[in-house]
């Protein structure tokens, strides 16, 4: 009699532990879901549109210049604007070098570096420009060649002479070609007001703001 009452309560108790257990471990699964999909992590990938703050420019800038942006457009999560329009990010200039003769253009390369909600809060973030900035090529850039060579084989026709034509064409476009390597190139940057975009290349946990 004592048998059967010891195994009925070993039974009563695995079945009391699974009872309690079950819901722990269905629990789970979602409980990883509902962080996952927190409105206050933002994924990487994330792509944000950033309205220029200020000026940076090749020409003047250097390397570890700080500068500000805001949001252009909200960033949202399941209809929560997580980053409404108007939030503050700091970028930070990694390499800035100006223009030079031969047409170089200059160069500066920048990452956006922290959100600021307030003076007290703030987020590291790991935001590259989803484009390079380039300059704005100008129009006839090999004019002065092109054109030496044709102005200086016009002068070897008019002296009545082939040979001329030839020697002269090369004259002319030697003169014309360093004529183009005395100009300089474009300088590029971005001026207040210039809209912009980075991709997160690490995830952000945003702090719990009312949203």
């Known amino acids: 009699m004592s048998s059967k009452f010891g195994t009925a309560n070993v039974f009563a108790i695995l079945i009391l532990f699974f009872v309690i257990n079950y819901p722990l ?48 457009v909200p960033v949202m999560i399941h ?36 959100l600021r909600f307030s003076d007290e809060v703030n987020r590291s973030i790991d935001g590259e420009p989803v484009a390079p900035l380039k300059a704005k090529h100008r129009s006839g850039k090999w004019f002065p060649a092109i054109g030496g060579s044709i102005l200086g084989a016009a002068i070897g026709f008019a002296v009545g002479s082939g040979p001329g034509a030839v020697i002269g064409a090369g004259i002319g476009g030697g003169i014309g070609a360093g004529a183009g390597y005395s100009k300089k190139g474009s300088n590029i940057g971005l001026k207040d007001d210039d809209i912009f975009e980075i991709e997160l290349k690490k995830e952000v946990v945003l702090p719990v703001l009312d949203y």
């Open 25 to 72: 471990r269905a629990q789970a699964p979602a409980e990883l879901k509902k962080q996952t999909d927190s409105i206050y992590r933002v994924p990487v990938g994330t792509r944000i549109r950033l309205r220029m703050e200020g000026v940076i420019s090749s020409k003047f800038s250097t390397a570890n210049d700080t500068f500000l942006a805001r949001v252009a």
């Open 79 to 114: 209809d929560v604007a997580i980053l409404p329009v108007g939030t503050l990010v700091e970028g930070r200039i990694t390499e800035a070098s100006p223009a030079g003769l031969g047409s170089r253009d200059g160069r500066i390369d920048f990452r956006m570096e922290t």
